[in-house]
């Protein structure tokens, strides 16, 4: 089974950080990768860039609009993802409670499917 974990962090956390302290962190997180791929679990992982320079679209009566970030009303963004091939929810869980992010962010589990199953 897939599933995805979300980073999901505070707006401006990133920004309230050294430079050293940022490389040491996202050097956490390429270890933490290196060891879900010898684990045979990693399938995709990518980190975002910040919520300020990202844009929603959406369409209404068929007329598009583009909303340029930052967003007011964001207290939190998605930081990154990691994609796993667990065999189970627990086991994703437990992945998730082993990731460095967790220690600053939030860590959401989320297995993929059909949006059609509620």
Do not use: N
Not at 79 to 86: A, E, I, K, V, Y
Not at 107 to 113: P, S
């Amino acid at each position: 089974m897939s599933y995805l974990l979300l980073i999901v962090e505070p707006v401006g956390q990133r920004q309230a950080r050294s430079e050293k302290e940022a490389r040491h962190l996202y050097q956490q997180m390429l270890d933490f990768e290196e060891d879900l791929k010898k684990r045979g679990l990693f399938l995709a992982s990518s980190s975002l860039r910040p919520v300020a320079e990202g844009v929603r679209v959406r369409v209404r009566e068929g007329k598009r609009a583009v909303i340029d970030g930052p967003f007011s009303e964001a207290k939190e963004m998605v930081g990154g993802f990691f994609l796993l091939d667990c065999d189970s929810r627990e086991q994703a869980i437990a992945i998730a409670g082993e990731c460095p992010a967790a220690e600053w962010a939030t860590v959401e589990v989320r297995e993929t499917g059909p949006c059609y199953l509620a």
